[in-house]
C-alpha cells in the first residue's frame, strides 16, 4: 500500500466505490486523519481496511474524494506524465489536426479537476480541484515539455473554484498571449479570445455537432442562444439569412467579427434575452427553415430541476411553432441533470405543444475530445438533437 494518509470508508461507500464511480461524498467517509488538508492524496480503505485506491481529499466540498486511481502504483511525476501522453494520443485519434480541441477532460482523461484545452499553440489550463491546482508547476512543466506551447494561460475563473475554497484569477503565465487566437473549425476561421471568451475561449464541447450542422444551412437559419455565432457560421454559407441572438454584446460583438473574417454579410445579431426573441417571433408570424436551440445548463443542480423543465419545454415549443414544414431544429442541452430520455420526452411535448410532427434525425453527444467516463454519468451531460418537422 502506498504510504499516504489513510481515510476510511463506511461500508456504503465501499459498495459505492465499486461502482467505480470516481467520486465519494463526505458522508461516506468513516474516518479522516485531522492533519489532513485540501488538495491532499490519500489512501482510499474499506470499513475492513482494504485497500480501494488513491484520491484526492477536499476539506470543503460535498465531494470528499476524487479518485486518481484504484491502483496501489507510485503517482509522481511519470505516473501523471503517462496520463498526459495517454490523453493526447488519444486526441490524435479522434482529433487529430484539429486547431481548438480539449486536450485533457477531468476524471475522463484520469486528472479529476483539471481541464486543457489548445487553441493553435496556446493552451488554456483550468483546474477545479485543490489536487491539481497544487500540482500544477509540476503539469505546466509536462505541458510545456510535451507541447511546447506558445502560451500557457491560467483560466481559474470558474465559479466552482469557490466551492473548493480556490481563489478566482486569469493569468498567462507562460509565453505571450496575442489578444485574439485564430483557429480552424471545419470550413470556418473563428477569433478567440482564450483569457476572457466564455469557458477558455470556445465550447468546444460543440465542435463536431457544429461541423454536423453545417449541411443542413439553408432558407433563414435562427441561432439562439449563438455565443459567438457558433453554429449560426457553419450554417450560414448554404442558408440565405442567419438571425444570431444572444443576451451577451460581448460574444455578439466576437460573432461579428467572426462574421467578417468569414466574408460573410448575411448575418444579422440580436441582442436579446432569447426567450423574449422567441416570444416575439412567434406572435409575428416570423418563420425560419432552420432554429438552433443551445442554452446554458438550466438545470445546474436537481433543485433546479423545475424551473428548467419549463424553459427548456418554452424554447422547444417556441421553435417548433418557428419552423416551417420541413424544417429542422437543432436542440441542446448541458445539463446534466436532465438524461437524454427526459430531455427528448420534453421536446416531444414541445412538438405536440405547437402541433407539429417531429422526427428525430441524430442523437448526439459532446464531441470525441470530451469522452465520457462510463462509471461517472455527470461527464455525460451534454445532449444535442436533430429534429425534421412535417
Ligand atoms: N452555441 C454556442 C454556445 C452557446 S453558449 C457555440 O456553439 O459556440 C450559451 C450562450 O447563451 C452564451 O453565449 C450566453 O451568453 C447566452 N445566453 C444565456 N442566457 C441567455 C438568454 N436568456 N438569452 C439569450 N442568450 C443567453
Same mark, same amino acid.
Given at each position: ?279 416575439? $417571433? +412567434? !406572435? *409575428? /408570424? @416570423?418563420?425560419?427553415?432552420? &432554429?438552433?436551440?443551445?442554452?446554458? #445548463? ?52 414541445? $412538438? +405536440? !405543444? *405547437? /402541433? @407539429?410532427?417531429?422526427?428525430? &434525425?441524430?442523437?448526439?453527444?459532446? #464531441? ?23
Amino acid at each position: 500500500m502506498p504510504d499516504l494518509p489513510l481515510v476510511r470508508l463506511t461500508g456504503k461507500g465501499r459498495r459505492w466505490r465499486l461502482t467505480g464511480h470516481p467520486w465519494v461524498f463526505r458522508d461516506d467517509l468513516a474516518q479522516v486523519p485531522p492533519a489532513l488538508a485540501a488538495g491532499d492524496l490519500a489512501a482510499v480503505l474499506s470499513p475492513q481496511g482494504d485497500f480501494l485506491g488513491q484520491a484526492f481529499f477536499s476539506v470543503l466540498s460535498r465531494i470528499a474524494l476524487r479518485f486518481v486511481t484504484f491502483g496501489d502504483e507510485p503517482v509522481d511525476a511519470a505516473f501523471w506524465g503517462a496520463r498526459l501522453d495517454r490523453a493526447l494520443a488519444y486526441r490524435e485519434l479522434v482529433a487529430p489536426g484539429v486547431e481548438a480541441r480539449r486536450l485533457i477532460f477531468g476524471e475522463a482523461d484520469g486528472f479529476p479537476g483539471l481541464v486543457v484545452d489548445a487553441y493553435g499553440a496556446h493552451l488554456a489550463v483550468q483546474t477545479l480541484h485543490p489536487g491539481p491546482e497544487r500540482l500544477l508547476p509540476e503539469l505546466l512543466e509536462l505541458l510545456a515539455a510535451r507541447l511546447a506551447p506558445a502560451s500557457i494561460t491560467l483560466r481559474h475563473d470558474a465559479e466552482v473554484r469557490l466551492l473548493e475554497g480556490l481563489t478566482l484569477s486569469v493569468e498567462t503565465v507562460r509565453g505571450v498571449l496575442p489578444e485574439r487566437v485564430e483557429v480552424r473549425e471545419g470550413a470556418c476561421r473563428l477569433l478567440v479570445d482564450v483569457q476572457g471568451g466564455q469557458k477558455t475561449g470556445l465550447f468546444l464541447d460543440q465542435r463536431e455537432n457544429r461541423l454536423a450542422a453545417a449541411p443542413w444551412g439553408r432558407g433563414e437559419v435562427l441561432d439562439a442562444f449563438a455565443y459567438q455565432g457558433g453554429f449560426g457560421l457553419h450554417l450560414a454559407p448554404g442558408a440565405e439569412r442567419v438571425t444570431l441572438v444572444d443576451a451577451s454584446e460581448t460574444a455578439l460583438t466576437a460573432a461579428r467579427q467572426n462574421a467578417a473574417l468569414n466574408n460573410l454579410n448575411h448575418l444579422e445579431f440580436v441582442k436579446d434575452n432569447a426567450f423574449a426573441f422567441l416570444k416575439r $417571433a +412567434v !406572435a *409575428a /408570424g @416570423r418563420r425560419f427553415d432552420v &432554429v438552433v436551440l443551445d442554452p446554458p #445548463a438550466f438545470a445546474k443542480s436537481r433543485r433546479d430541476r423545475p424551473g428548467a423543465l419549463k424553459g427548456y419545454l418554452e424554447i422547444n415549443r417556441r421553435a417548433f411553432q418557428l419552423l416551417r414544414p420541413g424544417g429542422v431544429l437543432i436542440t441542446c442541452s448541458c445539463s446534466y441533470n436532465l438524461g437524454e430520455p427526459e430531455f427528448l420526452e420534453i421536446v416531444r411535448q414541445a $412538438a +405536440v !405543444a *405547437a /402541433g @407539429r410532427t417531429a422526427r428525430l &434525425v441524430e442523437r448526439r453527444g459532446a #464531441a470525441r475530445d470530451h469522452p465520457a467516463l462510463l462509471s461517472l454519468p455527470e461527464s455525460a451531460y451534454l445532449k444535442c438533437c436533430f429534429l425534421m418537422v412535417d
